[in-house]
């Protein structure tokens, strides 16, 4: 079993930056990949960033790349999401989510999912 827990979301301007921290325990293999998935008003869930527990690979959906960064610490089993440059369109709740495999082609890769951090970007 994997726990997850999300902190850092919250209202900002059009503009700033807020960091998104997923606090992970139990069992997490190095083969884990720790996503950020978001889900808008009336909108489906997508991934914007995932990272893998080894730390080697990296994605970022077209929307969000050179704006946020996706990193994770094992000191203390963190993973980040750093967001500049908020758009309005950015507004969504933001899931911290994990999956036992290396890729994550979909959402249906992730077993384990955190309760959410709404991000409210204001124009």
């Known amino acids: 079993q994997v726990q997850l827990v999300e902190s850092g979301g919250g209202l900002v301007q059009a503009g700033g930056s807020l960091t998104l921290s997923c606090v992970a325990s139990?069992?997490?293999?190095?083969?884990?990949?720790l996503g950020w998935v978001r889900q808008a008003p009336g909108r489906e869930r997508e991934t914007v960033a995932t990272?893998?527990?080894?730390?080697?690979?990296?994605y970022y959906v077209d929307s969000t790349k050179g704006r946020f960064t996706v990193s994770r610490d094992h000191t203390n089993n963190t993973v980040y999401l750093h967001m500049n440059a908020l758009k309005p369109e950015d507004t969504a709740v933001y899931y911290c989510a994990a999956s036992p495999f290396t890729s994550v082609t979909g959402l249906e890769s992730y077993g384990y999912w955190g309760q959410g951090t709404q991000v409210t970007v204001s124009s």
């Open positions: 139990g069992r997490i293999f190095s083969t884990y990949t």
């Open positions: 990272v893998t527990w080894r730390g080697d690979s990296t």
